[in-house]
């Protein structure tokens, strides 16, 4: 049997309201009706992505999404929880039972868990690296961001981590929790200052506590690294495409552009974009149509609105679409689907039809093979 290649990860990226959610649900369903085994993973603490695919509560562990047979391929989805990750890589460590009884009693755990749970975006990596792991069968891993340029965070915010989970200065306070005087000793070793300015923050025995909170996670940490490492290779290797969502309005491409921006300084190029809910060129073609907004330009009332807002509509969007162009080298453009948040059986393959788009888009625009 041939060797399997490593996963694919396509990560939507856009301004609020642009279609991310939608349109990655999209492609991760025409992936799977291509006969691909699909993950699609939101990292968006805003949930969307359960009523886009209408399917009951998703959560952190990645379930079975049920396809109609025209689906030849499979499809999973989760939603980024860290708190239930958390739990679980502490379980998957295999610790002492009563070590993992004692972590989870210890007075900072909770505070932890709580405050990483709002740190989504630097446990985005260390999830797809799981998956990653996890999971050897899937071709593609789909991810859905949050809006706005902090979706970045997902890649910049892991190094900083990283860097931050092998440091000096966490070595240094992991040694108080090992007990033996070490404290006092280190003292005299000439790290008062570090300690002192902590300490009067904190307190010495906060010190103590959190070292001995890092020591007993000291697996966790040490896995989280390593998925860290593999996850920032992968996300900047050409195994990563990213796709840029803007909608036909200003701040929309405003985004985009800053996006584009944050992203070449971490060395990634993006050559793919999609512009979404457009009036499409076949509608502006159509007879009918163009004869009907001819016939209403001199009328007056709501008609004259009605048609100097599709106007002005097709004007803007024109003006979107070589923005757009001027960011990427390819731009797909969506139209407006009406019904699509209808929950009509037919919907899951209406998405896939427009998904198929987007990743004939991406295929063409990445290299290596999709
Ligand atoms: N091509 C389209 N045609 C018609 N409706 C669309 C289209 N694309 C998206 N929508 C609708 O627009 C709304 C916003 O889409 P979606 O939730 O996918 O955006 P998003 O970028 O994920 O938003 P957020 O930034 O809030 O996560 C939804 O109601 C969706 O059904
Ligand atoms: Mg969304």
Same mark, same amino acid.
């Given at each position: 049997?041939?060797?399997?290649?490593?996963?694919?990860?396509?990560?939507?990226?856009?301004?609020?309201?642009?279609?991310?959610?939608?349109?990655?649900?999209?492609?991760?369903?025409?992936?799977?009706?291509?006969?691909?085994?699909?993950?699609?993973?939101?990292?968006?603490?805003?949930?969307?992505?359960?009523?886009?695919?209408?399917?009951?509560?998703?959560?952190?562990?990645?379930?079975?999404?049920?396809?109609?047979?025209?689906?030849?391929?499979?499809?999973?989805?989760?939603?980024?929880?860290?708190?239930?990750?958390?739990?679980?890589?502490?379980?998957?460590?295999?610790?002492?039972?009563?070590?993992?009884?004692?972590?989870?009693?210890?007075?900072?755990?909770?505070?932890?868990?709580?405050?990483?749970?709002?740190?989504?975006?630097?446990?985005?990596?260390?999830?797809?690296?799981?998956?990653?792991?996890?999971?050897?069968?899937?071709?593609?891993?789909?991810?859905?961001?949050?809006?706005?340029?902090?979706?970045?965070?997902?890649?910049?915010?892991?190094?900083?981590?990283?860097?931050?989970?092998?440091?000096?200065?966490?070595?240094?306070?992991?040694?108080?929790?090992?007990?033996?005087?070490?404290?006092?000793?280190?003292?005299?070793?000439?790290?008062?200052?570090?300690?002192?300015?902590?300490?009067?923050?904190?307190?010495?025995?906060?010190?103590?506590?959190?070292?001995?909170?890092?020591?007993?996670?000291?697996?966790?940490?040490?896995?989280?690294?390593?998925?860290?490492?593999?996850?920032? /290779?992968?996300?900047? $290797? #050409?195994?990563?495409?990213? +796709? %840029?969502?803007?909608? !036909? &309005?200003?701040?929309?491409?405003?985004?985009?552009?800053?996006?584009?921006?944050?992203?070449?300084?971490?060395?990634?190029?993006?050559?793919?974009?999609?512009?979404?809910?457009?009036?499409?060129?076949?509608?502006?073609?159509?007879?009918?149509?163009?004869?009907?907004?001819? /016939?209403?330009?001199? $009328? #007056?009332?709501?008609?004259? +609105? %009605?048609?100097?807002? !599709? &106007?002005?509509?097709?004007?803007?969007?024109?003006?979107?679409?070589?923005?757009?162009?001027?960011?990427?080298?390819?731009?797909?453009?969506?139209?407006?689907?009406?019904?699509?948040?209808?929950?009509?059986?037919?919907?899951?393959?209406?998405?896939?039809?427009?998904?198929?788009?987007?990743?004939?888009?991406?295929?063409?625009?990445?290299?290596?093979?999709?």
């Amino acid at each position: 049997m041939a060797k399997r290649v490593s996963p694919n990860v396509v990560v939507f990226l856009g301004a609020g309201g642009v279609g991310k959610t939608t349109l990655s649900t999209s492609f991760a369903l025409a992936a799977a009706q291509s006969g691909q085994t699909v993950v699609l993973l939101s990292i968006d603490p805003a949930r969307r992505l359960q009523s886009a695919l209408s399917v009951g509560k998703l959560d952190d562990e990645i379930t079975v999404v049920p396809l109609v047979k025209e689906f030849k391929g499979k499809l999973y989805a989760g939603q980024l929880n860290v708190e239930q990750a958390f739990s679980r890589w502490i379980k998957d460590e295999g610790m002492p039972h009563e070590a993992q009884e004692k972590l989870h009693g210890h007075v900072f755990f909770q505070t932890l868990v709580s405050r990483v749970a709002t740190m989504g975006d630097a446990f985005a990596a260390v999830r797809v690296a799981e998956i990653l792991e996890k999971m050897p069968n899937v071709d593609c891993i789909v991810v859905d961001t949050p809006p706005g340029i902090h979706a970045i965070d997902f890649l910049t915010k892991p190094e900083r981590m990283r860097e931050f989970l092998n440091s000096r200065t966490m070595e240094f306070i992991k040694m108080f929790g090992r007990g033996g005087g070490l404290f006092s000793r280190a003292l005299k070793a000439g790290a008062a200052h570090l300690l002192d300015a902590l300490g009067n923050i904190a307190g010495h025995g906060f010190i103590t506590a959190f070292g001995e909170l890092l020591v007993l996670s000291e697996g966790v940490f040490n896995t989280m690294s390593n998925r860290l490492e593999a996850a920032s /290779k992968i996300l900047r $290797s #050409s195994k990563s495409s990213y +796709v %840029f969502i803007s909608a !036909v &309005r200003d701040d929309a491409i405003n985004v985009v552009e800053d996006l584009n921006d944050a992203l070449k300084k971490q060395g990634i190029v993006v050559s793919f974009g999609v512009l979404n809910r457009i009036i499409s060129s076949e509608l502006q073609n159509d007879k009918g149509f163009s004869d009907f907004l001819e /016939k209403h330009q001199e $009328s #007056s009332g709501e008609l004259q +609105v %009605f048609v100097n807002y !599709v &106007r002005s509509w097709i004007s803007k969007q024109d003006v979107a679409l070589k923005r757009m162009k001027l960011l990427v080298p390819s731009v797909v453009q969506i139209p407006l689907v009406p019904g699509l948040e209808s929950s009509a059986d037919q919907r899951l393959q209406d998405l896939a039809e427009l998904g198929a788009l987007i990743l004939e888009g991406v295929k063409n625009h990445k290299r290596g093979s999709l």
